[in-house]
Nanobody, 125 residues
Framework: VQLQASGGGLVQPGDSLRLSCAVS???????VGWFRQAPGKEREFVAA????????SYGDSVRGRFTVSRDGATNTVYLQMNSLKPEDTAVYYC????????????????????WGQGTQVTVSS
């Protein structure tokens, strides 16, 4: 499987941005997660969606502002980011994991086996 994230850019605080993660290579049946990493910080869990059940999980710092969804027709996972803050500035990555991943494992990057290249999001006035 291959993943390619896109849609990053420079926006102002309070703006919105939508990231896309194109999934290819095999039929998606597992979990697709979004993580982010700011300079000098550890990789942080943002959101995850189970491909078949649409079950969703969010990180505490984005819950209520970000929305993850997927389009089965195009094998694309989206991350809609609203009310962006300067602290949301980071490189955003999408990653895939096995369908057998349990809920408590979703926020852990080590449970994801394939990663996309990342897209930069900068929130600044």
């Amino acid at each position: 499987v291959q993943l390619q994230a896109s849609g990053g850019g420079l926006v102002q605080p309070g703006d919105s941005l939508r990231l896309s993660c194109a999934v290819s290579g095999r039929s998606s049946s597992g979990v697709v997660g979004w993580f982010r990493q700011a300079p000098g910080k550890e990789r942080e869990f943002v959101a995850a969606i189970r491909w078949r059940s649409h079950a969703i999980s969010y990180g505490d710092s984005v819950r209520g502002r970000f929305t993850v969804s997927r389009d089965g027709a195009t094998n694309t996972v989206y991350l809609q980011m609203n009310s962006l803050k300067p602290e949301d500035t980071a490189v955003y990555y999408c990653a895939s994991g096995a369908a057998s991943m349990i809920v408590s494992s979703l926020p852990s990057s080590r449970h994801y086996d394939t990663w996309g290249q990342g897209t930069q999001v900068t929130v600044s006035s």
